[in-house]
């Protein structure tokens, strides 16, 4: 008998549908099993029913009761007192003296409303927990807003500019594939429901080809591993591009009727022979013929991108002449062909009655400023020109803000869904911020993270298992929904119920304030107009937990074109990349740590790619994940270790231009020369020096979208 059979036959037990809310593209539907007598969760597995998920959870949210109810959880609000002691207090407490704090600086006229930042991420990606109750109470003050570009905003508007919206491939459809190549992508680690498909594939006699600076376990369980320079993959991608063309390999038909600029696109790749290429990339010019010629003929074939590969200086055009390769052979018209990003665009969402941005709009004037928010370390000085710095410009003919512009002084930073003391670049200038004792500074979380212990007040928040929630994907084609299966464990409220107090204590009128979650998400459903979503009514949620949005079955969404760019076409050359100041036509970006490395032959690139058994930050207290990742690392090849006089196991210093840490080494040949790897994000409290390893991150920006650049950092190795 199965768990799910044995705990629904039991009259002791009840059995919720809900689904993971962690920053995944599986959005995993679960259930779990509760106790009529005591209301305490006691088992948790994925829900069978679910296309992808198919009964199975990865191994972080497979303990997830044990992070619920964790000894350290918070369970009572928490106040700083004059000597520095985080003390609790009641709710009513803490809401009334955080409101009146807020209340101040909005009425002091050196700050106003946009003086108050909130600062918050992934920590869930439900629609209402997430950013929908928070928008409401930050439109309402009409508060700085956050561009939230720390994760996938390079690759994100690559991709866009490309096939005009975030649209793929339907994941179930790589088990189809023939030849499937995932590019940049831990595949068993951040996405591990697709395997089991790839596998599928494989029995069929597919072959699976990674590329990656890393042996990753998902390398080691592929046919092929291609070794690759960490943000060189534009430069791969075009000498593909050239070999295709140059071998009449392109579909002739669907490039001439479905894509646009083609004669410019065998113009650029003229000069992108496999010889320069491997130069670039490390990667052998035989490779890079053979897998050209591959991918053109064996069919069908299918590429997984994931946002590693964006997350240096050329981020935005690497993904994009990654993109534009499905087109030029024609896989958008087979089933098994294409290419996956993120399936985010395939729901088309109106958010408006759920963010209401109308609030906004009703207090009038100018919209209030945004900060960029890898930039908090600038965004929290006091200097208006380096605070002017953090100001959001996503492209090069957005005018460059200057100290004039950069509006009062950062008074007020709430953080919820989110450790920026862990997760965001130059945690030196981020800690320099959040130490200002004028700052006040107020977190939602679920346990003492780094930025909770710098905290002035910490509110206890509920998990997934203790909320209402609605949840989109980004790796698969179900709406889902998520029901509060046990009581909220002490004192902890939802996201939601804390922002509905916090603005009824500022006096915020808004009917929209004294709405119940579950009325929201249930106006929020019935609201959707789109034809997508005429399969998925609250009543059909509320049954099964997920629906698929309705498109068709096969879902090939480029197969007879139709892409949602302003040509109606795939576009290889793209004029809105020219009106934005972009080269129009995909290029080659060096990474950034390449012009240190040239002048300092013993300077390495660094990438920070997540260890297996956490989720950003999140899961690194759960004592059974943190023994699995044993301690924090520093993975470096044995021809770099070697001049550097670095061994195995021994501490080394790790040097950027704005930070310092200090890592046992590994000596191994899983990572490629020249680069170092160092698995993340530890919190402080388990590093060897009290430094997590985005002390080396700096502030700098991708090419589009103002993203981060966690695998283009220069650094330095030396014994410590």
């Known amino acids: 008998m199965s768990r799910r059979d044995e705990h629904r036959t039991d009259p002791g037990t009840r059995v919720i549908t809900g689904v993971c809310p962690h920053d ?6 679960w259930e779990v099993a509760v106790s009529r007598d005591d209301e305490r969760a006691l088992d948790l597995w994925g829900h069978p029913d679910h296309p992808l998920t198919a009964g199975r959870l990865c191994g972080k949210v497979d303990r997830y009761l044990e992070r619920t109810y964790h000894p350290e959880r918070l369970r009572t609000p928490l106040r700083r007192e004059p000597g520095g002691a985080l003390t609790p207090i009641s709710w009513t407490q803490a809401i009334a003296e955080i409101s009146a704090r807020l209340r101040a600086i909005i009425d002091d006229p050196r700050h106003g409303p946009e003086a108050i930042l909130p600062y918050s991420y992934g920590g869930t990606l439900g629609l209402l927990q997430g950013e929908g109750a928070a928008s409401r109470l930050w439109h309402a003050l009409g508060a700085s807003q956050l561009a939230r570009t720390i994760c996938a905003e390079a690759g994100g508007w690559g991709h866009r500019y490309t096939t005009g919206r975030a649209l793929g491939m339907d994941p179930l459809d790589f088990a189809r594939a023939r030849l499937v190549v995932i590019w940049g992508s831990n595949t068993l680690t951040s996405n591990m429901h697709l395997w089991p498909l790839i596998t599928r594939a494989r029995k069929q006699g597919a072959r699976v080809i990674v590329i990656d600076p890393a042996n990753t376990r998902t390398a080691r369980a592929a046919d092929e591993w291609i070794a690759i320079r960490p943000g060189t993959d534009a430069a791969l991608a075009l000498a593909l591009m050239r070999v295709i063309i140059d071998e009449g390999l392109h579909d002739r038909d669907y490039v ?10 065998r113009e650029r790749v003229r000069s992108w ?9 490390g990667v052998p010019q035989a490779t890079i013929t053979r897998l050209a010629r591959d991918y053109a003929t064996v069919r069908p074939a299918a590429i ?23 087109a030029l052979i024609g896989s958008w018209r087979e089933r098994g062909g294409g290419l996956l990003l993120s399936s985010s665009g395939s729901f088309h969402l109106d958010r408006r009655g759920l963010d209401r941005p109308d609030l906004l709009a009703a207090r009038g004037g100018p919209p209030p400023r945004t900060f960029n928010m890898i930039r908090l370390g600038d965004a929290l000085s006091l200097e208006p020109a380096i605070r002017a710095r953090a100001l959001y410009r996503p492209r090069p003919v957005d005018p460059t803000p200057t100290a004039a512009d950069a509006g009062p002084p950062v008074q007020a930073l709430l953080v919820y869904n989110c450790n920026p003391a862990a997760v965001a670049p130059d945690l030196a200038a981020v800690r320099r911020g959040l130490g200002r004792a004028d700052l006040f500074t107020v977190v939602l979380e679920h346990f003492m993270t780094d930025t909770a212990a710098l905290a002035d007040y910490v509110l206890p928040a509920t998990t997934q298992l203790e909320h209402w929630d609605a949840h989109k994907a980004y790796g698969h084609l179900y709406f889902a929904l998520n029901r509060p299966a046990i009581p909220p464990v002490g004192e902890s409220l939802p996201n939601s119920e804390i922002f509905r107090r916090l603005a009824r204590a500022l006096g915020l009128r808004d009917p929209c304030f004294d709405e119940d979650d579950e ?13 997508s979503f005429a399969s998925i009514t609250w009543a059909r949620l509320l049954e099964n937990g997920f629906a698929r949005l309705a498109l068709p079955e096969p879902y090939l969404p480029f197969a007879e074109g139709g892409f949602p760019t302003p040509s109606g076409k795939c576009e290889f050359y793209s004029q809105t990349m020219q009106d934005d100041g972009y080269e129009p036509v995909p290029d080659y ?23 297996h058994s956490f989720l950003n930050s999140s899961f690194v207290n759960v004592e059974r994940l943190r023994r699995r990742e044993r301690a924090p690392c520093l993975l470096i090849h044995p021809e770099d270790a070697g001049p550097r006089r670095v061994v195995d196991g021994a501490s080394v210093v790790v ?9 046992p080494a590994r000596v191994t040949s899983d990572v490629v020369r020249g680069t170092v790897l160092a698995p993340g994000i530890w919190w402080t409290r388990d590093t060897p020096d009290g430094r997590g390893v985005n002390e ?3 502030q700098d920006e991708t090419d589009m979208g103002g993203g981060a650049v966690f695998y283009d950092i220069a650094v330095r190795v030396r014994p410590a």
């Open 304 to 326: 997984r991108v994931n946002y590693g590969l964006q997350r240096h200086r050329g981020g935005g055009m690497a993904v994009r002449a990654i993109t534009c390769l499905p």
């Open 273 to 281: 022979d496999p010889a320069r290429a491997e130069l670039i990339t």
């Open 519 to 531: 009325t929201i998400l249930e106006r929020f459903v019935a609201a959707q107009t789109h034809e």
């Open 589 to 611: 970006t060096p990474p950034a740590y390449e012009a240190v490395t040239r002048g300092d032959p013993g300077a390495l690139c660094c990438i920070s790619p997540p260890a």
């Open 655 to 663: 040097e950027s231009s704005v930070g310092r840490v200090e890592l």
């Open 696 to 698: 080396l991150t700096p």
């Open 256 to 265: 001439a009727r479905h894509t646009v600029g083609f004669d410019a696109l």
């Open 24 to 29: 995944c593209p599986d959005t995993c539907a």
